[in-house]
Every structure is written in C-alpha cells, then in structure tokens.
C-alpha cells in the first residue's frame, strides 16, 4: 500500500533544516543546538535537568552533555537544589542573558523564513494543527508508559 501522508517527513525536514540554520546562524556564540535550551531557562530560570529534559523532550544524557558544554562557555551554571541535593538547578550567568536577544531574533527569522507567503489566518491554522499533533503524541506516549507499568505491575 502507497503511503500518500508525509507529515512526518515534512516535519523532520523542517525540524532538520531548522537546526542547521539555526546552528549556523549561531556557530560564533558556540552554543550549537543548545538555544532552546537556553531560550527554555530565559523564560523560566532555575530549573532542575530533569524539568529540561521533560520540557524539551530529549534525553536526560543529552541534557547533560548540552548543560555541561554551556556551562562550560559561561552561558549557564548549575547549583545543587537545596531541597534535594543529588539534584542541580540551572540558571543562565550574565553571559547567558546577554545573547538571549540574538537567539530570539534568529528564531523569528525562521519563523518568517518557513511562513514566507502565509496568511495571518494560515499561520494560525499551522500552529493549531501541529499543536494538535503534538498532543496526541504526547498522549499516545503516556498511554504507552500507562500500559508498560501495568505490565510490569507497579
């Protein structure tokens, strides 16, 4: 059977080129695809790794290794949570704060570039139905984790 539905391979190619331009575009600062990372703590600072592992969607060991090369370039530090101290809180330095303008201007020129030729209305309608799509991922994959714990009896 031909699969005539390529949402999923729009969506990567998207996601890909995305990532590059947006590497690209940043390459100086040396923050590689750490920007959502940062952008996440700019509107939420102080944040555990797991909170941004969550928030983001990726893996906790790329979380760390992202973390650890930011923190490295000054962009961010890592505190221990005084409620639990196994656990680091991540906030962003001055240094962190300061290339916040530049990556938001980087985001909204994809932004523009990718809805080149959209409507206001169009652009809202894109955003609904990737919002959409999101959240039966999301969804599927807690139901996913519901039948795999059900499974496992806890």
């Not at 555990?48 to 650890?68: H, Y």
């Not at 505190?79 to 680091?88: G, H, L, Q, V």
Request: glycine fraction near 8%; aromatic fraction near 10%.
């Amino acid at each position: 059977m031909k699969n005539e539905y390529l949402i999923g391979r729009y969506i990567s190619t998207l996601y890909r080129y995305g990532q590059s331009y947006s590497t690209k575009r940043l390459e100086t600062l040396n923050i590689g695809s750490g920007y959502g990372l940062m952008m996440r703590l700019y509107r939420q600072d102080g944040q555990s790794q797991e909170e941004l592992s969550n928030f983001l969607k990726i893996d906790k060991g790329t979380t760390a290794k992202t973390l650890k090369r930011l923190e490295d370039e000054g962009y961010l530090l890592r505190k221990i949570d005084e409620k639990d101290r196994r656990a680091y809180k991540v906030f962003l330095t001055p240094k962190g704060y300061s290339v916040i303008p530049e990556i938001q201007s980087v985001i909204m020129d994809w932004e523009n570039l990718i809805t080149s030729g959209f409507n206001d209305e169009e652009i809202r309608k894109v955003e609904a139905i990737l919002r959409r799509m999101a959240e039966n991922a999301a969804n599927y994959k807690i139901e996913l984790e519901e039948k795999e714990r059900e499974k496992s009896g806890l």
